[in-house]
């Protein structure tokens, strides 16, 4: 399948320091709700991209509640080596998220290859769902990196996330990737619970059981706001 969209979901946010990391885990080990392990563990490679003027990041810095934003996304403990990943559309319409998503079938080295080349590649490795969305959105802003736990209830109708070891670069001055100078963003543990629409209720009643708030937190807008001119 080369392109798709995921149905409609309630997503919610919680972003705590990063030294909370064992917390947050002993929370989810002693939950009412029995999380089970989804998946295994795995580190999960972004690159976010943006128009020239930023409106993805003014959208979201803005509180505006119907934003989209567009995202290269592939797996593995090595950032630079770009395979099997999808080209991921995402909007988010207040508490509710959907994504339509691309398979990108070219290998790309991001330790040797330009960004023109880097786009290049893309473009003629997707269908035209994807050359529409990045001839939109065409430059690459942000590469970031973490860990991400993955966890589900036993009815599989609640799925929560837990993110780590969050790290970003900044793309914006670089020809080439940039995965070498980080940003100096604070360490931060990111906890994510997602449910279908008709599941909100099952969502809450899991939140609840959480020392937590809830807040708008996003990991692209954070890793833009530690850039230095930020």
Same mark, same amino acid.
């Given at each position: 399948?080369? &392109?798709?969209?995921?149905?409609?979901?309630?997503?919610?946010?919680?972003?705590?320091?990063?030294?909370?990391?064992?917390?947050?885990?002993?929370?989810?080990?002693?939950?009412?709700?029995?999380?089970?392990?989804?998946?295994?563990?795995?580190?999960?490679?972004?690159?976010?991209?943006?128009?020239? #003027?930023?409106q993805g990041l003014n959208a979201?810095?803005?509180?505006?509640?119907?934003? +989209?934003?567009?995202?290269?996304?592939?797996?593995?403990?090595?950032?630079?080596?770009?395979?099997?990943?999808?080209?991921?559309?995402? &909007?988010?319409?207040?508490?509710?998220?959907?994504?339509?998503?691309?398979?990108?079938?070219?290998?790309?080295?991001?330790?040797?290859?330009?960004?023109?080349?880097?786009?290049?590649?893309?473009?003629?490795?997707?269908?035209?769902?994807?050359?529409?969305?990045?001839?939109?959105?065409?430059?690459?802003?942000?590469?970031?990196?973490?860990?991400?736990?993955?966890? +589900?209830?036993? #009815?599989?109708? +609640?799925?929560?996330?837990? #993110?780590?070891?969050?790290?970003?670069?900044?793309?914006?001055?670089?020809? @080439? !990737?940039?995965?070498?100078?980080?940003?100096?963003?604070?360490?931060? +543990?990111?906890?994510?619970?997602?449910?279908?629409?008709? @599941? @909100?209720?099952?969502?809450?009643?899991?939140?609840?059981?959480? !020392?937590?708030?809830?807040?708008?937190?996003?990991?692209?807008v954070q890793g833009m706001l530690?850039?230095?001119?930020?």
């Amino acid at each position: 399948m080369n &392109h798709w969209q995921t149905p409609p979901r309630y997503e919610v946010k919680v972003a705590l320091e990063g030294r909370a990391l064992a917390d947050v885990l002993a929370w989810v080990r002693l939950h009412p709700a029995h999380w089970q392990v989804a998946y295994p563990d795995r580190q999960v490679n972004n690159v976010y991209f943006d128009t020239a #003027d930023y409106q993805g990041l003014n959208a979201n810095l803005s509180g505006i509640a119907d934003r +989209v934003k567009l995202r290269l996304r592939w797996y593995g403990p090595t950032p630079h080596e770009v395979q099997s990943a999808s080209l991921e559309f995402k &909007h988010k319409q207040g508490m509710i998220g959907y994504k339509e998503i691309c398979n990108v079938g070219a290998m790309v080295d991001l330790s040797t290859t330009s960004w023109p080349a880097v786009l290049h590649t893309l473009e003629g490795a997707l269908n035209p769902h994807g050359q529409r969305w990045l001839r939109s959105v065409p430059h690459p802003v942000l590469v970031n990196t973490y860990r991400r736990a993955y966890y +589900v209830t036993p #009815d599989q109708q +609640v799925r929560l996330t837990v #993110d780590s070891d969050l790290r970003a670069y900044d793309q914006r001055a670089s020809a @080439y !990737p940039n995965l070498v100078t980080a940003a100096s963003l604070p360490s931060y +543990v990111v906890l994510e619970l997602k449910a279908g629409r008709a @599941y @909100y209720q099952h969502l809450a009643d899991a939140l609840a059981h959480f !020392p937590v708030r809830v807040d708008r937190f996003s990991k692209y807008v954070q890793g833009m706001l530690a850039a230095p001119d930020f």
